[in-house]
């Protein structure tokens, strides 16, 4: 009687075991793990209890947003929602897996604030809007509790704009240095001639896209350029023509975004910490080429095509993942 007991506690304890090994696997996607969060009951944090190593990312990654609510979701991880209502997720280790699949899961959390007359509103976002969303007009107006600005346009498009009316970013995405910017935001800004790009844009298009051309470059608010090129796509440099993002996607600490682009850099000059680790969990391979990214992480490839993406200390962070 005893055996059977014994039996059945070892066969329902394998069973758990399986259970839960099986919905690891399953939430070990970065979107099946965000989209697992986003559905699930969370707790409402104070700003006391969202984890400093959530506050810090938000911080170096983010600014100048700031986190305007979290959550927590048991034993799954963290929704956290910038006041610009662009949602992103961290699991319970801590590690940031993504933004919402949208962008944010309720468009409507950008305009909490203070509703406040039109006529308060700084002249230069008046200017923005006519330059930019020459058609729309604005129909709202709200005062952040860290005193930014939201103003909804007769498009239905939120913006977000600082204390003294310069514009950050639209809401629900984002489109600071390492974000990415969507949409007609990307190119938007003053067309300048080509002649007047840092020669560094020039290199870095002829090294990472040799088969297209630049066609239109824009100066952008904020003091970055953006450029279109003949393939379509759209890059971000910053003022001195350093590549910055691909727009539409993700290119700093813990982003996905394309996985080999970055300043090439010779795979001698790795940090030795990076050789040891390929060394130790990737036997047989070999890093066949290596460049700088933003916020000075390296991106390696190696011999089956698998990247790499390691801290400036050669600190493994990341497989990136196109």
């Known amino acids: 009687m005893k055996n059977l007991i014994w039996g059945l506690l070892l066969t329902a304890g394998a069973m758990v075991f399986f259970v839960a090994c099986e919905q690891e696997t399953l939430l070990s996607d970065d979107a099946e793990l965000i989209q697992a969060i986003a559905d699930s009951e969370k707790t409402n944090l104070t700003a006391a209890e969202i984890p400093s190593a959530i506050s810090s990312y938000v911080t170096e990654n983010y600014s100048p ?5 979290a959550y927590r979701a ?13 949602t992103i997720y961290f699991d319970e280790n801590l590690a940031f897996r993504g933004p919402h699949p949208d962008g944010c899961d309720r468009p409507s959390r950008c305009l909490r604030g203070d509703t406040i007359d039109l006529t ?41 704009f600082d204390a003294e009316g310069v514009f950050v970013v639209v809401c629900g995405e984002w489109a600071g240095p390492g974000g990415p910017q969507h949409g007609r935001d990307c190119m938007r800004g003053d067309t300048i001639d080509l002649s007047e790009l840092p020669q560094a844009v020039y290199d870095y298009v002829a090294a990472n896209y040799p088969e297209a051309s630049i066609v ?30 691909v727009c539409g996607e993700m290119d700093g ?10 300043q090439s850099v010779d795979i001698a000059d790795l940090p030795q910490a990076i050789s040891a680790y390929v060394a130790a969990n ?17 991106g390696v490839e190696l011999s089956d095509g698998t990247v790499l993406i390691f801290d400036e200390d050669g600190t493994f962070l990341r497989i990136c993942e196109d």
């Open 65 to 69: 947003l700031i986190i305007e609510s």
């Open 74 to 86: 048991a034993d799954l991880g963290y929704e956290i929602v910038l006041d610009n209502a662009y």
């Open 120 to 160: 308060e509103l700084p002249q230069a976002v008046y200017d923005y809007v006519a330059e930019n969303y020459a058609e729309e007009s604005i129909v709202m107006v709200v005062l952040k509790e860290d005193g930014k600005y939201a103003v909804e346009l007769s498009d239905g498009t939120a913006l977000i």
């Open 216 to 245: 239109t470059a824009v100066l952008k608010p904020d003091g970055q350029y953006a450029v279109k090129l003949s393939d379509n796509k759209a890059l971000i440099f910053d003022a001195e023509g350093v590549f910055v993002s």
């Open 253 to 262: 600490p813990g982003h996905h975004g394309d996985c080999n682009l970055g």
């Open 282 to 298: 990737y036997p047989g391979l070999s890093i066949v080429s290596a460049v700088e990214k933003r916020h000075d992480d390296y």
